[in-house]
T-cell receptor
Framework: DTEVTQTPKHLVMGMTNKKSLKCEQH?????MYWYKQKAKKPPELMFV???????INESVPSRFSPECPNSSLLNLHLHALQPEDSALYLC?????????????FGDGTRLSIL | QQQVKQSPQSLIVQKGGISIINCAYE??????FPWYQQFPGKGPALLIA?????SEKKEGRFTISFNKSAKQFSLHIMDSQPGDSATYFC????????????FGKGTKLTVNP
């Protein structure tokens, strides 16, 4: 079982809906990440949080809004998504963002936009 | 320069055989090279990783070979099993790069019984 827990596992939403994805880790990691993965492609980095502060935004559209309420939790708020946003959204964590620490991934949320 | 090139795109191996997946990079600032294994419906799982100060690292049936001068690294799966059938991603990152992983495009491995 993965030590990074993501909920929900599946989400279907309309283009006008607002929903949130949740990620939780209890490994004491201080860096957390959101990735987007399309079928048969590698994960693409979206956001990096380091010590609860946003350190990287990979030019992600504003319809995706990340939030890091504390060192264990990471949310991704979704609003007015497009059909092309349908993908597997992965959360990952690592000890820090320095020193090349291993990233540990959750099993993702499968998002479908109608 | 930020790319990691992975080959082959797909690989079919008989049970008990050796699976070999290759990756190449250009950016000499990369200093951490992990391999991830991903099963359908699951997230990528860290399999094994290497730093450029060693030429080989072995964990069970999985071995990474690293050639710093050629800027290449490879994953060898010995005695491949049907349960190894998955997609494998190589990746690279650099110190001071905010842990940004640059992934290869992936290799779909099928191990036939």
């Amino acid at each position: 079982d993965t030590e990074v827990t993501q909920t929900p596992k599946h989400l279907v939403m309309g283009m006008t809906n607002k929903k949130s994805l949740k990620c939780e880790q209890h490994m004491g990691h201080r860096a957390m990440y959101w990735y987007k993965q399309k079928a048969k492609k590698p994960p693409e980095l979206m956001f990096v949080y380091s010590y609860e502060k946003l350190s990287i935004n990979e030019s992600v559209p504003s319809r995706f809004s990340p939030e890091c309420p504390n060192s264990s939790l990471l949310n991704l708020h979704l609003h007015a998504l497009q059909p092309e946003d349908s993908a597997l959204y992965l959360c990952a964590s690592s000890q820090t963002t320095s020193g090349n620490r291993p990233q540990h991934f959750g099993d993702g949320t499968r998002l479908s936009i109608l | 320069q930020q790319q990691v090139k992975q080959s082959p795109q797909s690989l079919i191996v008989q049970k008990g055989g050796i699976s070999i997946i290759n990756c190449a990079y250009e950016n000499t600032a990369f200093d951490y090279f992990p391999w991830y294994q991903q099963f359908p419906g699951k997230g990528p799982a860290l399999l094994i990783a290497i730093r450029p100060d060693v030429s080989e690292k072995k964990e069970g049936r999985f071995t990474i070979s690293f050639n710093k001068s050629a800027k290449q690294f490879s994953l060898h799966i010995m005695d491949s099993q049907p349960g190894d059938s998955a997609t494998y991603f190589c990746a690279a990152s650099m110190r001071g790069g905010s842990e940004k992983l640059v992934f290869g495009k992936g290799t779909k491995l099928t191990v036939n019984p």
